[in-house]
């Protein structure tokens, strides 16, 4: 699989600032150890606005692997459902090393998901990654709190629906 980065802007992953220092935060005390989670969110096209952090236990032995529990992915994604939301990815840090894939994360990677990589090495940066139709795409990693204007949309339609389908 071969890196290809940011060559379709309108691929995008939103990730606000306090979200991006609370993800500095969870690595840097994890380390040595990966830390590791779930991104839960809202998808709009090709763009995915990362709206909370799920901190997960890393089941993985030794200290440059993370394997998140099964258990806690159904359990956010029951929850995320629940509240018109989605398990939009997975997070974790490279302690000592940059914000890029390694082999074992590529073969990790839930397809049409996003992967945001917290690395630690020498320039501490945020990252996210997924691959599409096999290759490794870098996403825009944009902050800010909306995604576009179609999210809006896509939350009125949907308290719409709500309020109509009350009793």
């Given amino acids: 699989m071969r890196p290809n980065s940011l060559d379709k802007p309108d691929r995008a992953t ?30 709009v096209g090709r763009r995915v606005e990362v709206r909370e952090l799920v901190t997960t236990k890393n089941l993985a032995h030794g200290m440059d ?8 992915v159904v359990r956010a994604d029951v929850d ?17 090393d940059e914000a890029v894939p390694s082999e ?17 090495g020498s320039q ?16 825009v990693l944009a902050t800010g709190t909306a995604c576009t204007n179609a999210i809006g949309d896509h939350n009125r339609r949907f308290e719409q629906h709500d309020h109509e389908s009350a009793p």
């Fill in 65 to 72: 692997r993370f394997e998140v529990d099964p258990g806690e």
């Fill in 124 to 139: 501490p940066t945020v990252r996210a990654w997924r691959t599409v139709d096999g290759d490794l795409l870098e996403d």
């Fill in 80 to 96: 995320a459902r629940r509240r018109a939301l989605s398990l939009v990815g997975i997070w974790h840090s490279h302690p000592r």
């Fill in 14 to 43: 939103i990730l606000s600032d306090d979200l991006q220092q609370d993800l500095l935060r969870r690595s840097r005390e994890e380390a040595p150890r990966e830390a590791c989670g779930l991104l839960v969110g809202i998808v």
């Fill in 104 to 120: 074992n994360d590529v073969r990790a990677m839930w397809p049409g998901h996003v992967c945001v990589i917290v690395g630690l």
